[in-house]
């Protein structure tokens, strides 16, 4: 009987003393978490639903600061105006930037944006030779049409038309990529739609590809996101072909067959006079016609700093005074802009991993709520740039572990980035995924578990 009972005793200890070991292993797992089991593909668009409905704003291509700031007031003629940083998306300034105005030759940023989309799908190339169709040659467009000059017998690339887009704002270069793309006019009006419809925009609808038509429509905060998508998604379009200071056509290449002594060369300069006054500046693109008078979507980069400006209804008579007020509004939203934020890169981590003891998956990832690659800083007290973006501080606060049932999107943590005592940014960290509740025995071991994690 007493070596049974020792027996007993030394199993019990010994059972003891590997349920010790084990719980410590298990402690010691949580404490230090590995990175969870990737999501699946299912899980991730499940995720991505679950935060677009929870936070609306992520997926917008413009948002107000989301610190408050003083109100300014800048020296703007312009009827409508916006200026956004291009980085954040965030909106600096605005005048009456929901007013509904033609955009008239802005619109050509839009067929670009096709173009180069069919570019990069296989189905164009800058190589393709256009073949011309009748509606588009300069001589059956209306005599105050911004124009590169097409005619029968050209032979001309989507590489010369982008040009001729861009440079010389010609309404024909438009008509003739609109019917090599779809076929007819309307039917790439019809994609300019779609296109732009899928991008969240409510307020902006095309009748043409030109912007000859009044009944083209837009306002500047729409074309400001225009005008950002564009740049995000085409960013060599920028030197390629919007900051292009002249452009001479035809050449004899274009008319083969003609005496080069026949070829009548014309040569038109950009039509965005603030390329070569202002620092920076590499596009973008303007826009006349009389029911909208004088519009311009202007860009400069800094540095590590861009930013866009939209101004529409732009006064002025006569191209000389348009021209000037263009050069004035775009200046005095650029440099105050450049004087007054600049942008800070975030370097956080873009996931967390947490324990969860007691569950199935011991581990849980937190990811932020919404992507921040950049935020907007504003120059407090006098500093320059870089002293700005140095500046910011990041805080991370996440929970020593989290109990199950977890549901996915829910938030479980905060990234907080702040400049002095101001808050710039606050971002949600959700849960990547759903936890079930464990079972009760599993649940009395987490919470075992959990007492042995920092808090």
């Known amino acids: 009987m007493k070596s049974l009972h020792k027996t007993l005793i030394a199993l019990t200890s010994l059972t003891f003393l590997t349920l010790v070991c084990l719980f410590s292993w298990y402690v010691n797992s949580l404490a230090n978490p590995k990175t969870p089991i990737a999501l699946t593909q299912t899980q991730q668009e499940q995720l991505n639903t679950t935060l677009d409905t929870a936070f609306p704003g992520r997926r917008q291509i413009l948002h107000p600061l989301p610190y408050p700031t003083k109100p300014v007031t800048l020296d ?11 980085n954040t998306g965030s909106i600096l300034y605005e ?16 067929v670009m944006y096709i173009v180069f989309k069919e570019i990069v799908e296989g189905r164009l190339s800058l190589t393709d030779v256009v073949p011309l169709t009748p509606d588009c040659y300069a001589v059956n467009l209306p005599r105050d049409a911004s124009l590169m000059f097409l005619n029968a017998g050209q032979s001309v690339t989507v590489d010369e038309l982008l040009t ?24 790439f009006v019809a994609r300019m739609n779609e296109e732009i419809h899928r991008l969240g925009l409510i307020h902006t609808h095309f009748v043409e590809p030109s912007g000859y038509d009044e009944n083209n429509i837009t306002t500047a905060k729409e074309f400001a996101a225009i005008a950002r998508n564009y740049i995000q998604t085409y960013p060599k379009a920028l030197e390629k072909y919007h900051s292009r200071p002249e452009f ?71 191209s000389a005074q348009g021209n000037q007020w263009r050069i004035h509004d775009g200046t005095t939203m650029m440099e105050w802009a450049f004087s007054s934020f600049c942008d800070y890169t975030n370097t956080a981590p873009d996931t967390f991993t947490i324990a969860v003891p007691g569950a199935k998956e011991k581990y849980i990832a937190l990811v932020p709520a919404f992507p921040i690659s950049n935020i907007t800083v504003p120059f407090i007290s006098g500093n320059n740039a870089q002293e700005a973006a140095n500046a910011v501080k990041v805080t991370i606060e996440l929970p020593p572990y989290l109990t199950a049932p977890i549901q996915q999107g829910a938030v479980y943590g905060t990234i907080v980035y702040t400049l002095d005592t101001h808050v710039l940014q606050k971002v949600p960290l959700v849960a990547d995924r759903s936890i079930e509740q464990p079972a009760l025995p599993m649940r009395v071991i987490g919470k075992l578990a959990s007492l042995f994690l920092k808090h």
Not at 164 to 184: F, M, P
């Open 76 to 86: 703007v003629g312009a009827e409508s105006a916006i200026l956004i940083d291009f």
């Open 164 to 187: 001729g887009l861009a440079v010389d704002s010609g309404n024909d270069a438009a008509i003739a990529l609109a019917n090599h793309i779809s076929g007819s006019v309307d039917a």
């Open 95 to 110: 005048k009456n930037a929901d007013e509904l105005i033609p955009p008239a030759s802005m619109t050509k940023i839009v």
């Open 248 to 318: 001479s056509y035809p050449l004899p290449h274009n008319l083969p067959g003609y005496p080069s002594d026949e070829v009548h060369t014309i040569t038109q300069h950009n039509t965005n006079k603030l390329l070569p006054i202002l620092e920076g500046c590499d596009g973008l693109k303007t826009g006349f016609i009389y029911e909208s008078r004088y519009n311009l979507a202007l860009t400069a980069k800094r540095g590590n700093n861009r930013f866009i400006s939209v101004t529409m209804k732009g006064p002025g008579v006569g």
